[in-house]
């Protein structure tokens, strides 16, 4: 088969492909551009946003697991005012979507940076209400239903761009809090976030990570971000951004069958840099191999 079509459409935006980059595993991209042409990818979701500069957790905030890793960085980063000078003025010179995550400690925090990014040259927000190594704000936000609507309301009025809420795996119902987002008017939502988890060092006693706890990401927690895709896609009728220990083009494939409109890859990039490439070669194998015209027609077509 010679022509098939990898192109997406999430919130009205289209997308050349729907692979993009899990926020905070690839900065905004300047780093990784030294390996690959970004160009490639369908987007790039940006580290988290704040209003203010973020110094982020103390260290160490790393730590490598069985399956995965744990980080408890802290969400660090410069604040909006350097993000819009430096991070954005070099992507806007690339051909790839660009999906900026923001986070906040308060609802205001989060409206300080929506309100900022409302006329720049940016595609979508994703809006970080899920992060469980942030002591105040988001993990709070993202496990009530009521304070997942109240957030995505205040927000939704705000807006230029499309919002699309990141939803945590750290509740007892995903489908609850998807729709929460959904009613306050959500024009899509992404998950999984990170599994809170723990690591001690038994010859020291110690905790490995100063935070005690970070969130857990990789190739163990994939399975449940399949599960939780699917039970959102089944709950709700607005897109999804599908992650969750996405290392092959078989893990994106089957996000994309649980419900997943797009995919974003994380840190897998920190095992091989241009494994969002690799990625993307392989679903157009499959594609090719099934004789897919259309990417979307997987969207959602596992059979029941």
């Not at 400690?105 to 809006?127: G, N, R, S």
Request: charged share 20%; aromatic share 6%.
């Amino acid at each position: 088969m010679s022509n098939y079509s990898t192109e997406v459409s999430f919130a009205g935006i289209r997308f050349k492909n729907p692979i993009t980059t899990a926020s905070g595993t690839f900065g905004s991209g300047m780093e990784y551009g030294e390996f690959f042409d970004i160009d490639a990818l369908g987007a790039v979701t940006t580290k988290g946003v704040s209003a203010v500069p973020w110094e982020g957790n103390p260290t160490p905030r790393v730590a490598e697991v069985p399956g995965g890793m744990l980080n408890a960085i802290g969400l660090q980063n410069p604040g909006v005012d350097v993000f819009i000078k430096r991070d954005l003025a070099f992507l806007k010179e690339h051909d790839t979507g660009i999906i900026v995550n923001v986070c906040g400690h308060t609802l205001e925090e989060y409206l300080e940076v929506v309100e900022k990014l409302a006329d720049q040259p940016v595609d979508m927000l994703e809006i970080n209400i899920s992060c469980p190594n942030v002591k105040n704000g988001a993990l709070a936000f993202g496990t009530d239903p009521d304070m997942v609507f109240k957030v995505t309301d205040a927000i939704k009025k705000k807006a230029a761009q499309p919002v699309v809420m990141k939803l945590s795996p750290n509740v007892t119902s995903i489908s609850e809090i998807a729709k929460a987002a959904e009613s306050a008017g959500a024009d899509g939502i992404s998950l999984i976030n990170t599994i809170t988890g723990m690591k001690i060092d038994v010859e020291r006693q110690s905790f490995v990570l100063a935070n005690k706890t970070g969130g857990m990401s990789g190739a163990a927690i994939h399975p449940v971000a399949v599960r939780m895709v699917y039970e959102a896609a089944h709950a709700v009728d607005i897109p999804i951004i599908g992650m969750g220990g996405v290392m092959s083009a078989t893990d994106a494939i089957e996000l994309m069958l649980a419900g997943a409109t797009m995919v974003a890859v994380g840190c897998a990039t920190f095992t091989k840099p241009d494994i969002a490439l690799d990625i993307l070669g392989g679903i157009e194998d499959y594609m090719e191999r099934h004789q897919i015209g259309d990417i979307k027609d997987i969207i959602g077509a596992v059979k029941e």
